[in-house]
């Protein structure tokens, strides 16, 4: 089965800098992968997904994401983070039932 | 849409009592998931409801949980008798569809706290 990994558990980013996020799938076959936010006290909010095609994924809320097929990656990407992006960030990938890496949480420092 | 809805939102119960959660799903979704997170755990993945029939239980921790789904609008997710590590967030979700690249919509959670 496929399975996503989010190797960095907290990550402290200035406001107004940019902002990366790792995800690292393992390889089945066409993978189908998903970028989720948590929002503290809330649900998981759909930023953007990836089923084939274009590798550069666009999502809400100012993000993307770029599915690489060699590096085994779907990186989340903002160029320019707001204070209200402060949440924790959770890649994912469903070959029938949806499956999520553990997670980075994500500070915004003033 | 209203959304995927779970209630109660809190839920604080003592150590073997039964407690019962439940979920509405989005009007037209035919798949339903029920996960529960912790810091420990993260996201784990408990059971997973197409057309009301459960497909997938072998997320589920212990024969104390059960779940249910008597029709396309309602779910709900049963622990008897509960135990304070059954403390979590437990959360709903549903899609349109059970298969591959499908997006699931997620309730607000239900934060359970067994004393």
């Known amino acids: 089965a496929q399975s996503v990994t989010q190797p960095d558990i907290h990550i402290t980013v200035s406001e107004g800098a940019s902002l990366e996020l790792r995800c690292n799938y393992s390889y089945g076959a066409t993978p189908y992968l998903f970028w989720y936010v948590q929002s503290p006290g809330q649900g998981l909010q759909l930023l953007l997904k990836?089923?084939?095609?274009?590798?550069l994924v666009q999502g809400i809320k100012g993000f993307e994401a770029e599915f690489k097929r060699s590096q085994s990656s779907f990186n989340l990407r903002k160029p320019s983070v707001h204070w209200s992006d402060a949440a924790e960030y959770f890649c994912?990938?469903?070959?029938?039932?949806?499956?999520f890496g553990a997670g980075t949480t994500v500070t915004v420092r003033a | 849409d209203a959304g995927v809805i779970q209630s109660p939102r809190h839920e604080v119960t003592e150590m073997g009592q039964e407690v019962t959660l439940r979920c509405k799903p989005i009007s037209g979704h035919n798949s339903l998931f029920w996960y529960r997170q912790t810091m420990m755990r993260g996201l784990e993945l408990l059971i997973y409801?197409?057309?009301?029939?459960?497909?997938?239980d072998s997320g589920m921790p212990e024969d104390r949980f059960s779940a249910k789904m008597p029709n396309a609008s309602f779910s709900t997710l049963k622990i008897q008798p509960s135990e304070p590590r059954d403390s979590a967030v437990y959360f709903c979700?549903?899609?349109?569809?059970?298969?591959?690249?499908?997006?699931?919509?997620f309730g607000q959670g239900t934060r359970l706290t067994v004393v």
């Open positions: 990836y089923f084939s095609g274009d590798t």
């Open positions: 409801f197409n057309n009301n029939v459960p497909i997938d």
């Open positions: 979700a549903s899609s349109l569809r059970q298969g591959q690249g499908i997006e699931a919509f």
């Open positions: 994912a990938n469903n070959d029938y039932k949806l499956s």
